[in-house]
């Protein structure tokens, strides 16, 4: 019932995409590796945003052998701002079983993409469409949001098996141009059906939309019962000398591992316990110290801080540097600094 009318929607989505598709500087390349990179990028990111992460990248890591050989520290610096690392991680990981297992080609089909490290079903799809021109989905929150709203679906959507439904519905009707039919769903999604605002009397669908029909857009799709972020209070010390400040190397493991910091405490300490931390640094102010705050909200976190930002001379700190440039350094501690 629903679905007998798929045709006319991917028929309409089409003809949009032709005329409105985004000009976006992975597109067109049909390399499987240049795909990659921008999809693990676009997850959990905007496209505007990307742009320049993904320019720099491929300036730097202009293929797989180039990215399986870099190593984690400079991964990382490029990856700054970007937020996830273990996506720049896993990206490495995929790019040395790449090099190491494939000799260095891809392999051309999802289901074999789906082996490689941090390659899910949505990345293999991509893949797998737009670099080999297999008819196989690329199913992410953008689609499903869209498909949710077409049919009026009330399926929780963050199930495993709504999910898998839609993929293999889809699967079943990718036409002659997968790729593009994925990349016309994307940019549906990203410009017209938008989570908050959808601008339905600007899509294509609207004449086919059942949400749009009922107005009924803001009840799609249903993601479930969403889990309360935890609450974490920290003082960070942002000690500045000259352009650089004081920073070190995370541990290995857990939230932002192998990044670096600012010095931290947990809580929000009191004016004397603040003194008191500083001493135990070695840190000796000059001047007064101010005090800001900040917040930093992490995919199951969120970071309350009190900021303490003071100016000290550029000495020695045990387990402590300076910063160079050179480390990355997560944006949740570069708005401490700003
Ligand atoms: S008509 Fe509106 S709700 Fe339906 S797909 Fe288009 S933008 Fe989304």
Not at 37 to 44: A, D, N, T
Not at 194 to 200: E, F, N, R
Not at 315 to 322: F, I, K, S
Request: hydrophobic fraction near 40%; proline fraction near 7%; include cysteine.
């Amino acid at each position: 019932m629903w679905y007998t009318a798929f045709m006319e929607f991917t028929t309409a989505l089409m003809a949009w995409y032709d005329r409105h598709k985004r000009t976006l500087p992975w597109r067109g390349t049909g390399d499987a590796y240049a795909v990659l990179v921008s999809e693990i990028m676009l997850q959990q990111t905007r496209a505007a945003a990307v742009i320049p992460y993904y320019g720099r990248f491929m300036n730097e890591l202009p293929t797989v052998e180039a990215l399986a050989a870099c190593d984690e520290e400079r991964l990382l610096k490029l990856w700054e701002g970007l937020g996830y690392y273990s996506r720049a991680r896993n990206l490495k990981k995929c790019a040395l079983a790449v090099v190491n297992e494939h000799e260095g080609r891809f392999p051309d089909s999802a289901e074999e993409l789906k082996k490689l490290p941090g390659v899910g079903p949505y990345t293999a799809g991509a893949i797998a469409s737009i670099a080999f021109g297999e008819p196989e989905p690329a199913v992410d929150g953008n689609v499903l949001r869209v498909l949710a709203r077409l049919f009026e679906d009330g399926a929780d959507v963050t199930r495993q098996p709504v999910r898998d439904r839609w993929t293999d519905f889809l699967r079943d009707r990718m036409g002659s141009r997968p790729g593009d039919l994925n990349q016309a769903f994307m940019d549906l999604g990203s410009l017209i059906c938008l989570p908050k605002s959808p601008l339905c009397h600007s899509c294509p669908l609207s004449s086919l939309c059942g949400a749009a029909k009922h107005g009924t857009w803001d009840r799609f799709p249903n993601r479930g019962e969403k889990k309360p972020k935890r609450q974490e209070d920290l003082t960070v010390f942002a000690v500045r000398s000259g352009d650089s400040f004081l920073i070190r190397r995370r541990g290995e493991r857990g939230l932002l591992s192998g990044l670096y910091e600012l010095p931290n405490r947990p809580g929000h300490l009191s004016r004397e316990d603040i003194g008191q931390a500083l001493t135990e640094l070695g840190v000796r102010p000059v001047g007064a110290w101010e005090i800001v705050t900040r917040e930093h909200i992490f995919t199951h976190v969120i970071w309350h801080m009190q900021v303490v930002r003071l100016t000290a001379p550029q000495v020695q700190v045990p387990g402590y540097q300076w910063y160079t440039g050179a480390e990355p350094l997560p944006e949740a501690f570069m708005k401490c600094l700003r």
